[in-house]
C-alpha cells in the first residue's frame, strides 16, 4: 500500500513557475513508476509525466516538454514536478501516482501515460496561473 499526499500548488501569474510535491509513505517507494496527472475543470484527466524507478528515464506529454521536469528522490520517498513559463491552460488539479509495472512494460508500451494503469494516487493540488 502507497499512499501519496501532493503538495505545492497555488496562485501564479503567467510565466510563473511552481514546484509540486508528492510525499509516498511505504518502504516500497522504489519499486513504484510514478506519475503526474492533471484535470482541469470539465476536462478528462490527462497525462503529465512520469518517472522510472530509479528516475533515470521521464516521460512527458508532448504539449508539455520543456518547461515541466519530473524527479524523484527515492530515499525521501519524494517524487517532483518542477514547472516553468506557466500559461493560464495549465490551470488544473494535479495528481500524482503510483503504478507497479514492469521494465519491459514501461520501456515498450504507453502504460506509463494510461491513468487506469496506475494503483495508487494522490488527492491533488490545485494550480491555478493567471493571465
Known amino acids: 500500500q502507497v499512499q501519496l499526499v501532493e503538495s505545492g500548488g497555488g496562485l501564479v501569474q503567467a510565466g510563473g513557475s511552481l514546484r509540486l510535491s508528492c510525499a509516498a509513505s511505504?518502504?516500497?517507494?522504489?519499486?513504484?513508476?510514478m506519475g503526474w496527472f492533471r484535470q482541469a475543470p470539465g476536462k478528462e484527466r490527462e497525462f503529465v509525466s512520469a518517472?522510472?524507478?530509479?528516475?533515470?528515464?521521464?516521460y512527458y506529454a508532448d504539449s508539455l516538454k520543456g518547461r515541466f521536469t519530473i524527479a524523484r528522490d527515492n530515499a525521501k520517498t519524494m517524487v517532483y514536478l518542477q514547472m516553468n513559463s506557466l500559461k493560464p491552460e495549465d490551470t488544473a488539479v494535479y495528481s500524482c501516482?503510483?503504478?507497479?509495472?514492469?521494465?519491459?512494460?514501461?520501456?515498450?508500451?504507453?502504460?506509463?501515460?494510461?491513468?487506469?494503469?496506475?494503483?495508487?494516487w494522490g488527492q491533488g493540488t490545485q494550480v491555478t496561473v493567471s493571465s
Open positions: 501516482a503510483a503504478q507497479s509495472s514492469t521494465m519491459r512494460r514501461f520501456y515498450h508500451s504507453d502504460s506509463y501515460a494510461e491513468g487506469a494503469q496506475y494503483d495508487y
Open positions: 511505504g518502504r516500497t517507494f522504489s519499486t513504484y513508476i
Open positions: 518517472i522510472a524507478w530509479s528516475g533515470g528515464t521521464t
